[in-house]
């Protein structure tokens, strides 16, 4: 690889991050997390979605709730 390609992957990885940690600001670890197990498998159960985030599945609810009350996501069924 040449250096000139690794620079432009080096920035590229160091606007993603930054970005990343921009729009997941004030959220846990495991916010985020199952904001993005939802993002590619909509659908799953809270237990389902519990147990790939590594929670119980009452704290999965409780993070559902307050990702709700943030307006960064709805229930109800995929389309």
Do not use: C
């Not at 990885?13 to 970005?19: F, H, T």
């Not at 929670?55 to 709700?68: K, N, T």
């Amino acid at each position: 690889m040449h250096m000139l390609d690794a620079n432009k992957l080096g920035a590229l990885g160091a606007m993603i991050a930054y970005r990343s940690e921009a729009a997941l600001a004030g959220l846990s670890a495991s916010a985020a997390a199952l904001l993005s197990v939802l993002h590619f498998k909509p659908g799953l159960t809270t237990t389902e979605v519990a147990e790939v985030v590594g929670v119980s599945q009452p704290a999965a609810v409780r993070l559902i709730d307050g990702l709700e009350r943030q307006g960064l996501l709805a229930r109800g069924n995929p389309v």
